[in-house]
């Protein structure tokens, strides 16, 4: 992964949430033109009844941005 100076976490218990999750991270980058995603991880963990995904996205400032 290259380096980055900032992470954002996105992370739902809940599967209409998990649903949504990739176009409230889509809305976030195109809000935020100024960063440059440089990796992310894809993170799901369970219980007997619980299910959590998590996204970190990991970033930088864009150069001459």
Sequence with gaps: MEQFSGVKVFSTT???DREAMGE???R???AHP???VVGHEVR???DAEFHCL???VFYRDRVGG
Aim: hydrophobic share 45%; no cysteine; glycine share 6%.
């Design 24 to 26: 409230g991270i889509t």
């Design 28 to 30: 976030w980058i195109a």
């Design 44 to 46: 799901q963990s369970s």
């Design 34 to 36: 100024e960063l440059e």
């Design 54 to 56: 998590s996204i970190t």
């Design 14 to 16: 809940l599967a209409r």
